[in-house]
């Protein structure tokens, strides 16, 4: 199992340069260019990286060694504004899906991944390492239920994403949100609560009568108009007239009459004569 093998990882520090380290493309967290990273920039400049990155080595081209970062973006970059040539690293022999698996499970750690980031983070945990949602529940130390609710935040677009983001709307807004089965309207909903300043008791309130105005709507549309109900109705009606009719000509019958029952269709309507013999 790769989290006994990970035991098992060689670590060694060193310093390695700025020029030599790789970011693999596809970061679960993006590094934005402002003034935290700065700060940390000129805390850097004046009292070095104290956290090592995380790296790993990739076989040398053209004798000049690669390392991938598997983690330490932001400690990178500000390393880069801070003019440094050099920067401490960890060393670990892993493989690329091994390396991978460490770069999410230290990601997932932070505490300032957005809800699609943790989401998306989870996900890659779970398609590169092969774990099911409990494993990695528990691996996570979090229920698998916290999981679940994470991964159904995938199912937001793009779009959709970035307006709940930017509408500071909360993870309770963004599940509510996923009961509604289009896009489009859910765009609409996410517009609505941010210019009312929905809270999550607000929000979830207004879904369910969403829901219901739309299940009211179906089902009005599911009901024929009401002079195609009555005519039903007449149906129905007439031909337990005739059932009757025919029931009681089997009665007499039975009784020894010898009775005759006939039935004609005509232009108004539906012709029944029953025939009794004068003496029986």
Not at 26 to 43: K, T
Not at 102 to 107: G, K, Q, T
């Amino acid at each position: 199992m790769f989290w006994g093998k990970l035991k098992e990882i060689t670590k060694v520090i060193r310093d390695v340069d700025v020029q030599d380290i790789v970011v693999p493309d596809g970061r679960i967290r993006q590094v934005a260019y402002d003034e935290s990273l700065r700060a940390l920039a000129a805390s850097i400049k004046e009292h070095g990286i104290l956290e090592p990155l995380l790296v790993r080595k990739e076989p040398a081209t053209d004798c000049i060694p690669v390392f991938h970062l598997i983690a330490g973006e932001r400690r990178l970059r500000a390393a880069e504004i801070a003019g440094l040539d050099t920067v401490p690293c960890v060393a670990i022999e892993a493989s690329e899906v091994d390396a991978a698996v460490i770069a999410i499970i230290e990601n997932l750690h932070r505490e300032d991944l957005n809800m699609f980031e943790e989401a998306t983070a989870i996900g890659s945990l779970i398609g590169l390492s092969g774990m099911t949602q409990e494993q990695c529940a528990r691996r996570l130390a979090v229920s698998q239920s916290y999981i679940a609710n994470k991964l159904r935040l995938l199912r937001f677009s793009k779009d959709e994403r970035e307006r709940i983001l930017k509408n500071g709307l909360t993870e309770r807004h963004a599940r509510a949100l996923l009961r509604l089965s289009e896009e489009a309207e859910r765009i609409r909903v996410i517009e609505i609560f941010a210019e009312r300043g929905m809270n999550v008791a607000a929000a979830e309130e207004y879904i369910e009568s969403l829901l219901c105005a739309e299940s009211r709507a179906a089902e009005i549309r599911s009901k024929p108009p009401k002079s195609e109900q009555r005519h039903k109705l007449i149906i129905k009606d007439i031909r337990i007239f005739y059932n009757s009719i025919d029931h009681a000509v089997d009665v007499i019958k039975k009784s020894g009459i010898p009775v005759e029952s006939t039935r004609k269709e005509t232009e108004s309507g539906t012709l029944i004569s029953i025939l009794l013999p004068k003496a029986v």
